[in-house]
């Protein structure tokens, strides 16, 4: 069984600041993970995926997660943040069969 | 952006009425997935389809149905709708089964049950 948990609701980074959003996962089979995106009244888009092929992952629009085995852990970060990054962001795993668990959410709100 | 399209946006609903909502695509993916979003719950499945006339259920199916008679729809039907359902319905495809695939979400379906 897989599961997924993020470490905060609601994170607030000033502009230009480095953004963490924390994500570990549960899974009995070696994960598949994924960030996504949602901005207001959109569906959700990809940002990066982890599929065992590199432990650093790099997404779009200036974002990377590392996998962390040992830690369960699959944060998200980008050095420096832009207004434009406020939105609401998702991690989830994927490990066996058809379905992908997505966790709770975490929004981003990014102060002028 | 793939091509999916959901319908309605919005609808405003009484307790105890029917409800279909339509998700239409355009990129001939097998896969096509119903979701609900709840503020503190992310999104769970509700109903997946592998294939034409090929569904499944997902974790939380109770209270519905879904359809796909054609590779480009896929229909979810509240038989009587609840105050509990009021949500913001996604659609989402993807191309192949493994874990590793990407799935591309509709603009969602705002509902509210009254």
């Known amino acids: 069984a897989q599961s997924v948990t993020q470490l905060g609701s609601h994170v607030s980074v000033s502009e230009g600041a480095l953004v963490l959003l924390r994500c570990n996962y549960s899974?009995?089979?070696?994960?598949?993970l994924f960030w996504y995106v949602q901005y207001p009244n959109q569906g959700l888009q990809l940002l990066l995926k982890?599929?065992?092929?590199?432990?650093l992952v790099k997404g779009i629009n200036g974002f990377e997660a590392e996998f962390k085995k040992s830690e369960t852990s699959f944060h998200l970060t980008k050095p420096s943040a832009h207004m434009s990054d406020a939105a609401e962001y998702f991690c989830?795993?994927?490990?066996?069969?058809?379905?992908?668990?997505f966790g709770a959410g975490t929004r981003l709100f990014v102060k002028a | 952006d793939a091509g999916i399209t959901q319908s309605p946006r919005h609808k405003v609903t009484e307790t105890g009425t029917p409800v279909t909502l339509r998700c239409h695509q355009t990129?001939?993916?097998?896969?096509m997935y119903w979701y609900r979003q709840d503020p503190g719950h992310g999104l769970r499945l509700i109903h997946y389809?592998?294939?034409?006339?090929?569904?499944d259920k997902g974790e939380v199916s109770d209270g519905y149905s879904v359809s796909r008679s054609k590779t480009e729809d896929f229909l979810l039907t509240l038989e009587s709708a609840t105050s509990s359902q009021t949500s913001v319905y996604f659609c989402?495809?993807?191309?192949?089964?493994?874990?590793?695939?990407?799935?591309?979400f509709g603009p969602g379906t705002r509902l509210t049950v009254l």
């Open positions: 989402a495809i993807s191309e192949s089964l493994t874990t590793a695939d990407t799935q591309y």
């Open positions: 899974s009995s089979v070696p994960p598949y």
């Open positions: 982890y599929t065992s092929a590199a432990t």
């Open positions: 989830a795993v994927s490990g066996g069969g058809f379905k992908t668990i």
């Open positions: 990129e001939n993916h097998r896969y």
């Open positions: 389809s592998y294939g034409v006339k090929d569904t």
